[in-house]
C-alpha cells in the first residue's frame, strides 16, 4: 500500500486469525475513540461562551447622595440607612420621560425648589428632599417629591397637614389619598407627592402607576404612628401630628389630635408626649393657665388615680389630664359631659 | 483483514480527527470538543512539564494512556497515531517513485538518525532548568502551530471556511515554509522528520527499550534478501537486528517478506534485538551541556526581566513570565482558537525562549470582553483556566478586580483632538468597560483658522483599564496607533504593575495599601493568599 | 529541410509573433495619472435601490406601541401603520438588520433585543416572505456577538438565514452623501433582498448623543469606517441617503440611558417598554430621542438629515399613532 512504486516483489496473503481478531478489535477501538469525541463534544458548560447573566449587577456606580438615616417613631436611630439617590432612580411610567435631572435637597437647600412652602416642612424637621419631573409626549408633567422627614410622626404630621377635606381615600402607604389626578402619601420616615399637571384618566393612571411604584421602593419602618396606635379607634374621622402650635395653642408641642364623630357630636382629642413628668406637669400648669385666663376650672376628678381638670370657656369645653408623661385631653367640645366622656375614653385607652 | 489495513484506518481516522480538531478549535464550533486531545495524550509534554513545573497539569495525565501502551508495544504511536508522521508517510507515498532497490537503501539505519535523541537531551535539560523548549519541534506542537498560522489561513484565502474576518499571524511565512522543508526533506530521506529530528520519537524510543512485544525474525527462515526493507518506516534494521528505539510498529515488513520470517513476538530473546538507541556519550553530554548553557544564555539576556520588552502583552489568564516559559508548549492553540486574531506567535519579543509563545498584537485584533477561550484550550497551564466571571472581577471576584493584561497610554502627538484639532473619540465608543477606563474633556479652541471648535479630548483611567486593546485597534491612526496598550499594569505579575493601589502589600510584606486606612483585614485585590489563585495574581513571596 | 518540415516550423514561429504583437495590442492601455483607478472604482461600484414602499399620502408614517410584551408591541404599531399587508407582500426576500455591535447579553440594552427581532420575523412570515436574512457587521467578533447577543439562537428559531460579513461579501456601494461617497458596503445581504427593515436599540452614545434607527446603518458598512467619528453628525445624516428601507422599528423596550454605546453594567440601563415604527428614521430618532430624556432639538444630525430633506423632526404633525398594549 503505502509506500515504494507500487510495484513489490511479494505480498502476503495467509493472515491468521489472531491478527483478524486483533484487528476487529482494534477498530472497535477507534470506532470508540470516535464516538467519545463525540460525546464530549455535546457536554460543555454555556457560560464559557457567554457571560453568566445572572452576575451581572444591578447596582449603579458609587455616587455622591445624602444619606438617609432611618429613625425609629420616638426619634431614635435605627441601623440601617437608606440611599436617597436609588429611590427615585429609574421612576418611569410607560411613554414618561425624566424631564431634566433628578434633584436632591437638604433642610438648607429647600426652598430653591418649593420656595416659601418649604417652612413648613422645615418645622416638620425636614432632612432632605428627592425630586424628578416626568413628562409625557404631549406636553404633561407629573412632579414627584419624596420628602426624608427623619422620622415617622414627622412624615405623619406634614402629611396629616396637607391633607384636605375632600381626599379620596387609596391604599397607597399609610392613609394614602388622591386629589383628582395627584397622590400623596406618607410611609415610614418619607412624605411623598405625585402631583399631575392636568386632569385626564391616562394622567391619574400614569401618576397613580408612579406612586404604587414609588410606595414599593420606599422603606417603611414597622414601627407605627404613636397617635394612630393610641388613641381610641371607635368613632374616629382623622389624626394629626403637630410640632408646634397644636390647637393654636403655642406651648403645645409634640401633640398628636384627633377627631371624633358620633351620634351627630363630634369632639377633638389630644395627648402631647414628654421626655419626662416634670416637662409633662409643666405643659399641663401652662394649659390650666390659659384656661383660667379666658374661663373657669372647676376640681379636678378623679379617674384611674389621674387628676382631670374640666374647664369652661363659655360654651365650649377643655379636659385636661396628666398621665406619666403623657399631657392630654378634649378641646373645645360642645358640651360638658361630652368633654367629659371623651377625656375618660382617652384616658383608658392610653397605656 | 490484514493488520496494515487496520492501520491504514487507524491512520486515516487520527489524521482526519487531528484535521477536525484544527477546525473546531473556534469560538462557533468549539462546544465540548477535546481540542487538546493530541498534545493532552503526548508523553513528551507531560515528563516535560513535570520536569519544569513539578506537577502534572488537568488533561496531561491522558499521557499514560499513551504511555503505557507504549511501554508493552514500542512505537506504535509514530505510525498509527501521529498525524505529523501520517502526513510525512503520505508525502513520501505520493512523490517517491524508486525501484525495490532504491526503496531498501533508503531505509537502512543512519547514524543521523542518533540526532534526534541529542536534540531530547539538550531540551530535557533545559527543562530541568525551567525553560520549556519541546515545542519548537515537537511534531504534534509544530503541526497544530503550522495549521494555526500559515495552513488554516492559506485554505481560508480561496474558501472562506475558517473565519469570518481574515486571520493573519506575524511571519506565518516562517512556520509555513518550516513546513514545507520538513515535509519537503521526505523526498531526500523518507520519514526525515521522524527519523532525525522528532524529540517525542526519541522520547518514545527510549521508552520502547521495555517493550515487550517486538518485530522478530526468524533466522532460520530468513534468507537475508533485505526486501523487508522496502517500506520500513522507521529504518529499524528489521533485517538484522532490530532496532527497538527505531521501530514504528508499521507492520509493513511482515507483509513484504517472501518467506515469513518476521512476526511480531512477545519477549523473543535480547541477543536478536538492539535494545535502545545507540548514542555516543560524548555526544550526548555535549547536548546536555548546550542544553544547560540555553537556560542562563537566555535568562541572562534580560528579556524576561529587566529590559522586557512592552509588546509582551500576554493573554488573560496567563501566568506569571518565569512560569509562562515553564510551560508554555507553543503549540499555538490558544492562537487559533483566539476570536478575534489578537494573539499573535511571537519572534523575539518575548526572548529565544519565547519564540512562537502567544503575544496579543493589538493591530490585528484586540482581547474581546466576555471571551476566555484561550485559557480553555491550553494544554499545559500556561494560560489558566479562567471563567468570564473571574476575568471581569465580577461576581465572586469582585473583591479580587479584573485581570488585566497591559494598559493603554495616549501619544498626544499622534492623536487627532489632541494634536490635530479633528474630533474623534472612537476609542472612548468601544471601551468596554463600565464604567468606561477611557473618558473625555471638552475643551474649546480657536484652530488655526479663527474658528471656534469644541473637541472631546481623551483620557485613560489606569484603574479601570484592562489593557484589552480595542482602543488601540479601532483608531483611526492606523500605521502607529495613537493609543497603544503596554504590558506595564498587568495582574499577573507584580513587576509589570503599574499603580501602588493595585499591588497588594508591599515589598516589606508589613503594611497594606501604602496608605494604612485599612485596619482590619486587607480588602486590596491581588492577596496572595487566595491559593489557587497566586499563579494568576501576584504571588508576593516569588523572587526575581 | 523538408518542405512540410519548414512549413510547419516557420507557422510555428510566425503563429508566436503575431500572437504576442496581437496580445500586446490588445491589452495596451495608454491612460496615465491614476485616475482612471477611481473612474473604475466609482463605474463598477454597485447601488443600493429603493427598499420603500409608496403606500399613499394619507399612511401613517409613525406608529409608537408602549407595552411590555414585545410580540404584541409589534403587532401593534405595524397594525397602526396599516398592517404588514402594505409592507411586505407573498414570496419577498426581507433583510432584517438589527444592531449585534457588540458582545454584550440582551439584559444590557447595547444591542437589539431578540424577542423584537422574533417578532418582526413572525409577522414577515405571516404575510408570506419566502425568506428571512439577519445581517450586520458588528464592530466585536461576528460570531461572538451575534451569540451573546442572543440574535443568533433568535434566528435559528425563525428559520432565517444568518449572513456573516465575510471578505467576499463586501463591495464597493456608490452612495453619494455628504461624508460617503464610495464606501465598501456589506452589500450581499441588500443585494439578496427585496424589502429591508431596520431594527435599532435606543442607546446613548459618547460621541454623537443618541444612537438610533439612522445611526444602525452604520452596521453596514465596511473597511476602515473608524475615520468617520470625525465627521459623525454628516455620516450619520448620510444614512437616510444611503439606505430606504422598507421601515424602521426602534427598539426602547430597553433604553441604554448612560455610558453608551457599549454599556455594560444593568444601572446604564432603564425600562422603556416603548417600540416605534416608522418610514421616516429623523422623525423615529426624535421622538426616540426624548427617551434617552434629552431635547431632540440639540441633536445636530437630525437637523442635518431634515434640512437635506431626508426627514422630519416635527413628527407631531405628521400622521402618526400611539398605542398601548397591555
Known amino acids: ?351 | 483483514m490484514r493488520i496494515t489495513h487496520v492501520r491504514l484506518v487507524s491512520q486515516i481516522f487520527f489524521v482526519c480527527l487531528f484535521f477536525f480538531f484544527c477546525f473546531v478549535t473556534q469560538f462557533s464550533y468549539l462546544k465540548g470538543y477535546p481540542a487538546s486531545l493530541f498534545l493532552e495524550v503526548n508523553p513528551l509534554v507531560a515528563i516535560a512539564t513535570v520536569i519544569t513545573t513539578h506537577a502534572l497539569y488537568q488533561g496531561l495525565l491522558w499521557s499514560l494512556v499513551l504511555l503505557i501502551p507504549t511501554l508493552f508495544l514500542g512505537r506504535f504511536f509514530c505510525n498509527w497515531i501521529c498525524p505529523y508522521g501520517i502526513i510525512h508517510q503520505f508525502t513520501g507515498w505520493l512523490f517517491n517513485k524508486r525501484g525495490i532497490t532504491d526503496n531498501i537503501e533508503s531505509n537502512r539505519y543512519r547514524k543521523v538518525f542518533a540526532l534526534k535523541y541529542y536534540i531530547l537531551i539538550g531540551m530535557g535539560v533545559a527543562a530541568l532548568f525551567g525553560s520549556l523548549q519541546i515545542g519548537l519541534l515537537d511534531p504534534i506542537c509544530l503541526l497544530f502551530r503550522s495549521f494555526t498560522v500559515v495552513v488554516l489561513p492559506t485554505l481560508d484565502m480561496s474558501t472562506e471556511w475558517f473565519y469570518v474576518r481574515p486571520h493573519v499571524h506575524q511571519l506565518a511565512w516562517v512556520v509555513g515554509f518550516m513546513l514545507v522543508f520538513l515535509v519537503g526533506m521526505n523526498l531526500v530521506i523518507p520519514r526525515f522528520f521522524c527519523r532525525v529530528l522528532c524529540p517525542l520519537g526519541a522520547t518514545l524510543g527510549l521508552l520502547s527499550r521495555f517493550s515487550l512485544w517486538r518485530i522478530h525474525r526468524d533466522t532460520v527462515k530468513c534468507v537475508d534478501c533485505d526486501l523487508c526493507l522496502q517500506r520500513c518506516e522507521g529504518a529499524s534494521d528489521p533485517h538484522t537486528n532490530l532496532r527497538k528505539s527505531e521501530c514504528f510498529v508499521c507492520f509493513n515488513c511482515i507483509d513484504d517478506c517472501p518467506h515469513d520470517a518476521l512476526s511480531f513476538d512477545f519477549m523473543p530473546n535480547v541477543k536478536g534485538e538492539v535494545t535502545g538507541p545507540q548514542l555516543s556519550g560524548r555526544r550526548a553530554v555535549m547536548a546536555g551541556i548546550v542544553g544547560a548553557l540555553t537556560f542562563p544564555f537566555s535568562r541572562r539576556s534580560g528579556d524576561v526581566d529587566k529590559i522586557f520588552k512592552k509588546e509582551v502583552v500576554r493573554p488573560p489568564g496567563s501566568v506569571a513570565e518565569v512560569e509562562f516559559l515553564e510551560r508554555c508548549i507553543k503549540c499555538d492553540q490558544c492562537i487559533r482558537v483566539c476570536p478575534t486574531n489578537v494573539l499573535q506567535p511571537a519572534m523575539l519579543e518575548a526572548g529565544i525562549e519565547g519564540v512562537w509563545t502567544p503575544i496579543m498584537n493589538m493591530r490585528t485584533g484586540y482581547c474581546e470582553l466576555n471571551c476566555t477561550l484561550c485559557g480553555e484550550v491550553c494544554p499545559t497551564g500556561a494560560i489558566q483556566k479562567i471563567s468570564i466571571e473571574q476575568k471581569l472581577g465580577i461576581g465572586q471576584f469582585t473583591d479580587l478586580g479584573a485581570v488585566k493584561t497591559g494598559t493603554a497610554f495616549y501619544d498626544r502627538g499622534r492623536c487627532l483632538p489632541w494634536a490635530m484639532d479633528l474630533p474623534c473619540v472612537v476609542c472612548e465608543e468601544v471601551c468596554p468597560t463600565s464604567p468606561k477606563a477611557i473618558y473625555s474633556r471638552e475643551v474649546e479652541i480657536t484652530n488655526r483658522w479663527g474658528e471656534k471648535v469644541v473637541l472631546t479630548r481623551p483620557y485613560v483611567d489606569p484603574e479601570v483599564c484592562i489593557g484589552c486593546g480595542i482602543c488601540e485597534h479601532e483608531c483611526p491612526v492606523e500605521d502607529h496607533r495613537a493609543i497603544r496598550v503596554t504590558a506595564v499594569g498587568e495582574t499577573r505579575s507584580k513587576e509589570r504593575s503599574l499603580l501602588l493601589s493595585m499591588m497588594g502589600e508591599t515589598e516589606s510584606g508589613g503594611g497594606c495599601c501604602g496608605g494604612g486606612e485599612q485596619s482590619s483585614g486587607c480588602g486590596c485585590s491581588n492577596s496572595s493568599a487566595k491559593g489557587n489563585d497566586s499563579l494568576l495574581q501576584i504571588d508576593l513571596h516569588q523572587t526575581t | 529541410m523538408e518542405r512540410r518540415e519548414f512549413i510547419r516550423r516557420a507557422s510555428l514561429t510566425g503563429l508566436a509573433v503575431a500572437g504576442s504583437t496581437v496580445g500586446a495590442g490588445l491589452l495596451y492601455d495608454p491612460r496615465g495619472g491614476g485616475q482612471y483607478f477611481r473612474d473604475e472604482l466609482i463605474a463598477s461600484a454597485k447601488t443600493l435601490p429603493s427598499y420603500a414602499v409608496d403606500r399613499g399620502a394619507n399612511a401613517v408614517t409613525m406608529a409608537i406601541a408602549h407595552g411590555t410584551d414585545p410580540d404584541e408591541m409589534v403587532r401593534a404599531a405595524i397594525g397602526a401603520m396599516g398592517g404588514i399587508e402594505r409592507f411586505i407582500e407573498k414570496g419577498d426576500v426581507v433583510l432584517l438588520k438589527p444592531n449585534v455591535a457588540f458582545d454584550r447579553a440582551p439584559l444590557l440594552g447595547a444591542t437589539t433585543s431578540p424577542g423584537v427581532l422574533k417578532a418582526v420575523a413572525g409577522l414577515c412570515r405571516e404575510a408570506g416572505a419566502k425568506k428571512i436574512i439577519v445581517a450586520d457587521n458588528p464592530i466585536n467578533q461576528p460570531e461572538g456577538c451575534f451569540f451573546k447577543s442572543g440574535i443568533k439562537a433568535a434566528a435559528d428559531e425563525i428559520g432565517a438565514e444568518l449572513m456573516l460579513p465575510r471578505p467576499s461579501a463586501f463591495a464597493d456601494v456608490k452612495i453619494g452623501g455628504d461624508v460617503l461617497g464610495t464606501w465598501t458596503t456589506f452589500y450581499e445581504p441588500f443585494a439578496a433582498a427585496d424589502k429591508v427593515i431596520g431594527i435599532a436599540p435606543c442607546k446613548d452614545h459618547n460621541l454623537c448623543s443618541g444612537s438610533m434607527t439612522m445611526k444602525n446603518w452604520y452596521g453596514m458598512l465596511g473597511g476602515r469606517r473608524n475615520q468617520f467619528h470625525q465627521h459623525i453628525h454628516g455620516i450619520v445624516s448620510d444614512f437616510p441617503h444611503m439606505v430606504k428601507p422598507t421601515f424602521v422599528l426602534l427598539d426602547a423596550t430597553r433604553v441604554l440611558m448612560r455610558n453608551g454605546p457599549t454599556g455594560g453594567s444593568l444601572s446604564d440601563v432603564a425600562t422603556g417598554d416603548t417600540l416605534v415604527v416608522g418610514t421616516d428614521m429623523v422623525a423615529v430618532d426624535t421622538y426616540g430621542y426624548s427617551l434617552l430624556g434629552r431635547d431632540a432639538a440639540n441633536l445636530e444630525y437630525l437637523h442635518r438629515a431634515q434640512k437635506r430633506a431626508l426627514g422630519t423632526m416635527d413628527w407631531k404633525s405628521q400622521n402618526w399613532r400611539e398605542v398601548q398594549v397591555g
Open chain 1, 1 to 351: 500500500m503505502f509506500g515504494g512504486s507500487g510495484k513489490r516483489a511479494f505480498v502476503r496473503t495467509e493472515i491468521s486469525q489472531t491478527e483478524t481478531l486483533l484487528g476487529i478489535a482494534l477498530l472497535i477501538l477507534v470506532a470508540g475513540i470516535g464516538m467519545g469525541v463525540y460525546i464530549k463534544g455535546q457536554h460543555y458548560d454555556p457560560h464559557l461562551f457567554a457571560l453568566d447573566e445572572s452576575l451581572l449587577s444591578a447596582e449603579p456606580p458609587v455616587r455622591q447622595s445624602i444619606k438617609l438615616v432611618e429613625r425609629s417613631a420616638e426619634g431614635r436611630v435605627v441601623g440601617e440607612v437608606v440611599e436617597a439617590a436609588g429611590l427615585l432612580e429609574g421612576l418611569e411610567s410607560a411613554g414618561w420621560s425624566e424631564l431634566g435631572a433628578m434633584e436632591s435637597f437638604t433642610a438648607e437647600t429647600l426652598y430653591e425648589k418649593i420656595n416659601g412652602r418649604a417652612e413648613q416642612y422645615l418645622a416638620y424637621d425636614v432632612v432632605g428632599m428627592e425630586f424628578v419631573g416626568l413628562a409625557a409626549a404631549d406636553g404633561a408633567f407629573i412632579d414627584v417629591f419624596v420628602y426624608d422627614m427623619g422620622a415617622v410622626k414627622n412624615a405623619f404630621g406634614i402629611y396629616a397637614v396637607e391633607r384636605p377635606e375632600d381626599a379620596i381615600v387609596e391604599e397607597l402607604g399609610r392613609q394614602g389619598y388622591r386629589v383628582e389626578s395627584s397622590y400623596f402619601f406618607c410611609k415610614g420616615n418619607y412624605y411623598a407627592q405625585i402631583i399631575a399637571s392636568e386632569l385626564g384618566e391616562e394622567v391619574r393612571r400614569a401618576a397613580e402607576a408612579l406612586a404604587r411604584e414609588l410606595e414599593q421602593r420606599l422603606a417603611g419602618s414597622d414601627a407605627e404612628v404613636w397617635g394612630v396606635q393610641a388613641f381610641p379607634t371607635e368613632d374616629r374621622v382623622a389624626v394629626q401630628y403637630y410640632k408646634l402650635n397644636a390647637l393654636s395653642l403655642d406651648f403645645l408641642r409634640e401633640t398628636y389630635t384627633a377627631q371624633y364623630r358620633r351620634a351627630g357630636e363630634e369632639w377633638t382629642v389630644f395627648v402631647a408626649q414628654h421626655e419626662s413628668e416634670e416637662l409633662a406637669a409643666s405643659t399641663m400648669e401652662q394649659y390650666l393657665a390659659y384656661l383660667r385666663d379666658y374661663g373657669e376650672v372647676s376640681a379636678p376628678r378623679q379617674v384611674d388615680g389621674v387628676d382631670v381638670f374640666t374647664g369652661d370657656l363659655g360654651g365650649f369645653y377643655d379636659v385636661v389630664f396628666r398621665k406619666g408623661t403623657l399631657f392630654g385631653g378634649v378641646n373645645l367640645a360642645e358640651g360638658q359631659a361630652l368633654a367629659e366622656r371623651g377625656a375618660d375614653e382617652l384616658l383608658g385607652a392610653l397605656e
